[in-house]
């Protein structure tokens, strides 16, 4: 299994909804990532984990809650979300020590649309 | 603040003939640099990469070459192809495997028939 997976594909939410993203990898990566891509822009970083541990955090507002169950799933919580949070969200991993080869491999994203 | 900057939104190249896409960076401490392809409705997929002891790197059609002195890399697709159509973001790191990455803002690659 070589990819990264991730759930829903869309998701439309009021300001008022509580939902979850979710992201998925079994190819032994120990660094989980999400980032958010709005268009025309490049993808930036919003949280890391590394071997189940938040290690980076880029002052992301606390309506977005990442959660790290175990070293394949990597989950995004969202309540009380303002519709410019509307955005491609896209989860990564990366292998980590021996078998790093630098790079992070991204899943298809989800395309939230907050009304 | 761009520190990872791709100059040229869009770039539309001819069918068999080399690709060129730029990058440039302002950050001295970036010491490795990476080359996303990106479809519509997709993520981005990794292509190829260069760490800065490194002046070029080469995997089949796709060669990155790095020229430290000036801050920039360049992406060359040789022959192009009309799979090759997509965005292309460079990015860079403060380190091999440093989990941050700076990513530009993207070319648009059109590969015409």
């Known amino acids: 299994d070589t990819e990264v997976t991730q759930t829903p594909k869309h998701l439309v939410m009021g300001m008022t909804n509580k939902k979850s993203l979710k992201c998925e990898q079994h190819m032994g990566h120990r660094a989980m990532y999400w980032y958010k891509q709005k268009a025309k822009k490049p993808p930036e970083l919003m949280f890391v984990y590394s071997y189940e541990k938040l290690s980076i955090n880029e002052s992301v507002p606390s309506r977005f809650s990442p959660e790290c169950p175990n070293s394949s799933l990597l989950n995004l919580h969202l309540h009380a979300l303002q519709p410019e949070d509307s955005a491609l969200y896209l989860c990564?991993?990366?292998?980590?020590?021996?078998?790093?080869?630098?790079?992070?491999?991204f899943g298809p994203g989800t395309r939230l649309l907050v009304l | 603040d761009q520190q990872v900057k791709q100059n040229s939104p869009s770039l539309s190249v001819q069918e068999g003939r080399i690709s060129i896409l730029n990058c440039d960076y302002t950050?001295?401490?970036?010491?490795?640099f990476l080359w996303y392809k990106k479809y519509p409705a997709e993520g981005p997929t990794f292509l190829i990469s260069?760490?800065?002891?490194?002046d070029k790197n080469e995997d089949g059609r796709f060669t990155v070459f790095l020229n430290k002195s000036a801050k920039h890399l360049s992406l060359h697709i040789v022959p192009s192809q009309p799979g090759d159509s997509a965005v292309y973001f460079c990015a860079a790191s403060a380190g091999f495997g440093n989990e941050k990455l700076t990513f530009g803002t993207g070319t648009r690659l059109t590969i015409i028939p």
């Open positions: 950050n001295s401490m970036f010491d490795y």
């Open positions: 260069i760490s800065s002891i490194k």
């Open positions: 990564a991993s990366s292998p980590k020590g021996v078998a790093d080869t630098g790079a992070q491999y």
